[in-house]
Each structure stands twice: as C-alpha cells, then as structure tokens.
C-alpha cells in the first residue's frame, strides 16, 4: 500500500532563519507531488507541484523553493523565514488515475512557526 | 477571480442530520470535492460530484447542481467523531484544486 511522510511535524524557527521540510512516498511510482499551506481560516494554497524528477511548478511567487532530487521525494526549503511563512505546510501526492478526480493523498503536515 | 464560499462554522447535535453548503465560481470546471480534517490532521478524501446529482456514501452524501454553482454535503446520524473541519473544493478548467477555507463542524451531545 501507498504511504505519505513529511517531517519534521512542528517547528519553531527565528525570522532570517533557513527552512527544509522533507516528504517521502513510498509504495507507488512516478507520483504527482504537491506542497500546500493552509493559513488560519484560508483555504489550501497551492506553493508548488511537481510531475517528474526535477520538473517544478510554482504558483505562488514567494520566499521558497521546492525541489525533487528523487522520484518519490519532495523538499520545500527557504534561505532566509518571514513571519509570514508561519502556517501549516501539507504535503500531498497523487498519480495519474487519481489526477483529474481530485483525490490528493495528504501527509501528516508539518507546524511551522516564525518567530 | 475564483471563489468558493461556505460557512465558517456549524454546530449539530449528535445522531442528528447536519448539511454544509458550498457556492462556487470557478474558470472552468471538472468537479467538486469535499474533504474532511480533524483539528492538527491532514485533510482526507469524501467525495466527488462531477455530474448532478446525489453521491451517496454510507452516512454521507454529497449534491451538486451545476447550474447554481452549488453543492452540498450531508452528514446523518451524527457521531462525536465527525467533528471536524469539511474543506470543499473545486478543479478548474487547469484541473487545479480550488480550496474552500473550511466549515467547522461542532457536534454536541
């Protein structure tokens, strides 16, 4: 069976500070990966998905980054945090069978606060 | 711009029916979806309406009128456990995901 994880699930970083969130798949190939934040009564934000190794699409111009070094892992990162980062990250997959149905498998999500 | 609208807040007695409405305005559409997420959890999969029409699964069913720009979701026979935040959202014509902010859904005893 197919399983999601991201990690790590709560941190607490300074302004100015570096970021990486790290998101693994296991169980299926060539997935469609995807990073989400959700803001406190917003809906899901779309910051980056990704079809194939090192093919990333952004949606949302900002101080992040994503990268997809292998298959079946995703990384968000950032050089330097802004109080504005602080949300909850979420990481999701899905394939092709599942891409135009809307089924997103989500992991665990990961608690990001900027101080 | 694109929208989707649905109550901030419900709150529904347990074994009772409760119903969360969604409107929607999208560029384009290639369905609906309803997800649900209980409080410091990822979001997990409900439904999805891509014709009009009653989806019934189990305890929940889901509607969607086209026309309107509409759907809704219907819980029955509430349970503590279906306390949670209902996420509605939509594929537009890019068949992205359009988020709804969520409708948090208190059963009480």
């Known amino acids: 069976s197919q399983t999601i994880h991201q990690w790590p699930a709560t941190l607490v970083q300074p302004v100015g500070s570096p970021l990486s969130l790290e998101c693994t798949v296991e169980?299926?190939?060539?997935?469609?990966l995807y990073w989400y934040r959700q803001a406190a009564g917003r809906g899901l934000q779309l910051l980056f998905y990704?079809?194939?190794?090192?093919?990333i699409s952004s949606e949302v111009p900002q101080n992040l980054s994503a990268s997809r070094p292998q298959d079946r892992q995703f990384i968000l990162s950032s050089k330097k945090l802004l109080l504005s980062d602080s949300g909850f990250y979420l990481c999701?997959?899905?394939?092709?069978?599942?891409?135009?149905?809307?089924?997103?498998?989500f992991g665990e999500g990961s608690r990001l606060t900027v101080l | 711009g694109q929208n989707i609208d649905q109550p901030t807040e419900m709150t529904a007695t347990e074994g009772a029916i409760v119903q969360i409405n969604c409107t929607y305005q999208?560029?384009?559409?290639?369905?609906l979806f309803w997800y649900q997420q209980h409080a410091g959890e990822a979001p997990t999969f409900l439904s999805y309406?891509?014709l009009d029409g009653l989806e019934e699964k189990g305890r929940f069913s889901s509607f969607l009128s086209r026309s309107k720009g509409y759907s809704y979701l219907l819980l029955k026979e509430l349970q503590m456990k279906d306390s949670a935040s209902y996420l509605c959202?939509?594929?537009?014509?890019?068949?992205?995901?359009?988020w709804g902010a969520g409708t948090k859904l208190i059963i009480k005893p």
């Open positions: 309406n891509v």
């Open positions: 169980g299926t190939s060539n997935p469609n």
């Open positions: 990704s079809v194939g190794i090192g093919q």
């Open positions: 999701a997959w899905n394939t092709g069978e599942t891409e135009y149905t809307g089924e997103l498998f």
């Open positions: 999208t560029s384009g559409f290639n369905g």
């Open positions: 959202a939509v594929m537009d014509s890019n068949y992205q995901l359009i």
